[in-house]
């Protein structure tokens, strides 16, 4: 039986270009003989443009603009596209960022009665807002870099407090924003005072964290279709271009060479088990389900959480699929799981 999968990529967040990335992969490599994929690209505006199933794509160019190709039918609005889900026994989340990792599009679909990859609503949203993440990791015992909330609620929170809580260099986040967009580090007052000009008007607080000089690391879980957690090799991050100032940001995550990112890490088994259970742990405090990746700096024998993602980037630079493949998996493999996985949510009636 042909199973049709509806993979969604797009949306309004920052990260737009990023996600169709995503989908653009998925598509690429779902199998077509199981599946009957459809192309589903959500809009800046919100709007939904869909393609003929098994319409083939070759690259972002002929996704990033749906409303003046042939290829794509549509406008539809969320409250009104009941001629696009007919039909559809999955929704693959490419999505990333607000609207698509937030909890908004899972809540969308829970209304419709439509199973969809990756964490339900209380998950995504919790995970995605940075600040309330960690309150959750602290009071389940993961360790955290010093932090502060910046913003009209925290006057206590001054340029000055944060030069004497956090010294340089210290980050300041958008707490809602992936991808290392809407983010950057200050490494002095000068670019402290800059960082928060520039970002203070996205968001009503932001999120200041102490720069910990360590290594870095990722490791991605995954739940197969009997409801079973698997953590996948770490993955160790190392930023090769000073420019990017020591940190895995944007440029440093997917441009190729941009970064080495070696799996499994080259570390001792007892500490990649360590790294594993840390991943594990943030994975189920959160609440997620099908999949999620947690980053995390290693610094004084401690493993610092810098944030867990719900709907990790699916893209042939990103690291959760390559660490499922340094399992000997392929990457059509693990969209299987992914896809077998929601619709055993479905049939179980798990949110």
Not at 164 to 190: T, V, W, Y
Request: charged share 20%; aromatic share 8%; proline share 6%.
């Amino acid at each position: 039986m042909t199973v049709h999968v509806n993979v969604i990529m797009g949306g309004p967040s920052v990260e737009h270009e990023i996600s169709l990335r995503s989908g653009l992969e998925v598509m690429k490599n779902i199998d077509k003989k199981a599946y009957a994929v459809r192309a589903v690209v959500v809009s800046r505006k919100k709007e939904f443009f869909f393609s003929a199933p098994g319409a083939v794509f070759r690259d972002i160019a002929e996704l990033s603009d749906p409303s003046s190709s042939e290829r794509f039918s549509g406008p539809l609005s969320p409250a009104a596209s009941d001629e696009l889900w007919k039909g559809c026994d999955v929704a693959f989340l490419a999505l990333h960022g607000s609207f698509g990792e937030d909890g908004v599009i899972q809540g969308y679909f829970d209304t419709l009665g439509i199973p969809y990859t990756g964490s339900g609503v209380y998950a995504s949203a919790v995970a995605m807002e940075k600040i309330a993440s960690k309150f959750i990791y602290v009071n389940s015992g993961l360790a955290v870099p010093p932090w502060s909330i910046y913003g009209k609620a925290y006057p206590e929170v001054t340029l000055r407090y944060i030069e004497e809580k956090h010294n340089f260099p210290c980050f300041i986040k958008c707490p809602q924003s992936g991808s290392s967009r809407l983010m950057g580090r200050a490494h002095d007052r000068q670019s402290l005072e800059k960082l928060i000009a520039e970002l203070a008007p996205q968001a009503k607080k932001l999120l200041v964290e102490t720069a910990i000089d360590g290594i870095e690391f990722s490791c991605g879980i995954l739940e197969n279709d009997k409801g079973e957690l698997l953590a996948l090799p770490p993955v160790e991050i190392r930023p090769k271009h000073a420019a990017h100032g020591g940190f895995f940001d944007y440029t440093a995550k997917y441009t190729a060479g941009g970064s080495e990112e070696i799996v499994p890490a080259p570390r001792p088994v007892a500490l990649l088990d360590r790294i594993r259970q840390t991943a594990l742990t943030a994975h189920r405090v959160l609440g997620c389900s099908g999949l999620s990746r947690t980053d995390m700096i290693y610094a004084d024998d401690t493993f610092f959480v810098l944030e867990t993602n719900t709907l990790p980037g699916m893209t042939s630079n990103s690291l959760l699929p390559k660490a499922f493949c340094a399992t000997g998996g392929t990457y059509g493999g693990l969209l299987d799981i992914l896809i077998r996985t929601a619709l055993r949510k479905k049939t179980a009636g798990i949110a």
